[in-house]
């Protein structure tokens, strides 16, 4: 968040909120246009009604004219009804819009997470941002939050400034007659003066309190994340059930109590409390103050001029109460701008993170659409480092792939298996070398195009509380054929005929308290068969058996030759013997692509790095007996 002594424009406390107000508007069309409409109306309807009584008051207190003032009655009433009619109906869409808001604005943040560079994701700073953005916002909610409600009194206070005027002009023309006596120094345009600098000072005085008091808000920012981390770390930890086995092992509820008792921002002894019973407090009561004397100040000079002559009994109440409006609207404009000051730090927030650019080339290239499958991909030279990191994960990788075979990838933990499946689905691009697909630099095609070119289970893939079908196809309408073909390839038939409502059982009990739990290893079929209902040229399983038990796994290996037909396959295991049936076989060590072949070639060279870790992974076996 901004330095404490950084001093916020207001050309620049506009420029930020101009620019977010354009960019969420986007994500919720017509919000802005009721919310406008709502601050309009609202506005200007009691102006309706103060204008209309004062006009029925003087007539009753004059001339009572029977055929002035029925009109002006049914006037009064008419209006008002329509107003607070239209008012009711448009604040009814400005709730409901308001909740869409709160909704869709959190979808510039998904846009965002979703097409920045795949590098960027894995950095802690890009998290930290987005944890201070959401933290902000959970905290009274600043930033996009606020958005809502400043378009909102900004324009309420705007038209209740312009209907105040329009009302209190006549107030400073209407003369006091001459024979008023000493009261003429009513009419005096240096009086006059002195009364309008004197309104304008008392009305801009209590935002200005009210603003010392949102400055005092800010300033507990940094406290009010710790409480809130604190609060998210903590507070839910013992209804988690994912959690429940090991608080009760571990007694964890103890650090957890340590760590919320802790003095923190929101405690009664903690810093808002004290600024809230202190100099906070004080300004607060020192606006509300400052608002009570200055409707003293205006029914004072209303009613002398009335007293003195000046105008009859029912202007009085339309001056007071117009006077009255123009300076909560003054005061109202003023704290939305105070505000929006305020909130000028959790915006500058915001668009670090949005503002993140993305530096990986984006190429227009279309891949072409085969139906014979012939994707060509090679890697050449290919050397590769995470960025932030020094040591090489890849280095000098040169292959290439034989369209429609099965190729194996192993080696030891942190060879660099999953960094070359990263670097072929480009969400890296390698510092040297490069990757071509029939031919041409990876980077050339449309991102969207190539990654049609795949499918991969990762090790961490996640299924959706979705219906079943729907997570395998990616979609809510689906070929039901086809999905149930898929899962039955990647070992699920058996599962699927027990789910109590098929293809449309819940998967977990998110959203649907009849869903169903699956274990890791019915997820990964799934996982599976979603890659397979996909169809893409390639297929790509990360050390997808890692949590079936070795049964399933048999199963699924001794069908995956079928299953994949005539894509491109390829396997990453730390279980060799899972590779056996493999075309080719790659072994990565240290990020080198060390040894090729076959299992029996690579079997054969008794020195080789595949030949110890086949040794060593039957030892394994057979000791363990598993
Ligand atoms: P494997 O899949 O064979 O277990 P990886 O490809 O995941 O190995 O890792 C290769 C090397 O790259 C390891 O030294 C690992 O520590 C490093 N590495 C992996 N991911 C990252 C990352 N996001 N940032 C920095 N280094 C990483």
Known sequence: MGKKSEKITLREAFGIHYRAFQ???????????????HSVIRALSPYVTIYLSARILNELAGPRRGEVLW?????????????????????????????????????????????MDYADIDKTETHDTLSKIKQGENWQGWGFNRLFRFFSDFLQSVFGILGAIALTVSLFMMQVPETAGAL????????????????????????????????????????????????????????????ASDIRMHNQQVIARHYMDMDN?????????KLAAGPAGAWNAASGCISAGLTGMVYVFVCLKAWAGAFSVGSVSQYVGAVTALSKNISLLLETVGTMKGNVPFMKTTYQFLDIPNTMYQGSLTTEKRADRNYEVEFQD?????????????????????????LAVVGENGSGKTTFIKLLCRLYDPQE???????????KYNYRDYMDVFSVVFQDFQLLSQPLGANVAGSSTYDRERVRKALTDAGFAQRLETMPQGLDTYLYKDLEA?????????????????????DAPFIILDEPTAALDPIAEAEIYSKFNEIAGDKTAIYISHRLSSCKFCDEILVFHAGELIQRGTHEGLLADEN????????????????KAV
């Open 514 to 534: 009849s869903g169903v739990e699956v274990s890791g290893g019915e997820a990964q079929k799934i996982a599976i068969a979603r890659a397979l209902y996909k």
């Open 382 to 406: 290919v050397s590769f480092k995470y960025p932030g990191s020094s040591q090489w994960s890849l280095r000098h990788v040169n292959m290439k792939f034989q369209i429609g075979k099965r």
């Open 71 to 115: 009109p002006l009655v049914l006037l009064a009433i008419g209006s008002t009804a329509l107003l607070a009619l239209l008012s009711g109906i448009l604040f009814r869409y400005k709730v409901a819009m308001g909740a869409r808001y709160g909704a869709r604005k959190n979808h510039i943040f998904a846009d965002k997470m979703l097409s």
């Open 433 to 443: 070398g490069q990757i071509l697909l029939n031919g041409i630099d990876i980077r």
């Open 608 to 623: 080789g790095k595949y030949c110890q870790l086949w040794n060593a992974q039957a030892q394994y076996y057979t000791q």
């Open 23 to 37: 960019d969420i508007r986007k994500y919720c069309p017509g919000t802005f246009l009721v919310t406008a409409l």
């Open 265 to 273: 921002a929101f405690s009664v002894v903690g810093k808002m409390s």
């Open 184 to 243: 003429t120094v009513l009419n005096h345009p240096v009086f006059i003066l002195v009364f309008i600098a004197a309104l304008a000072f008392a009305a801009g005085l209590s935002p200005m309190c009210k603003n010392k008091v949102v400055k005092y808000e800010v300033s507990c920012t940094e406290d009010a994340l710790f409480g809130n981390r604190l609060f998210i770390a903590f507070g839910y930890m013992s209804s988690e059930p994912s959690r």
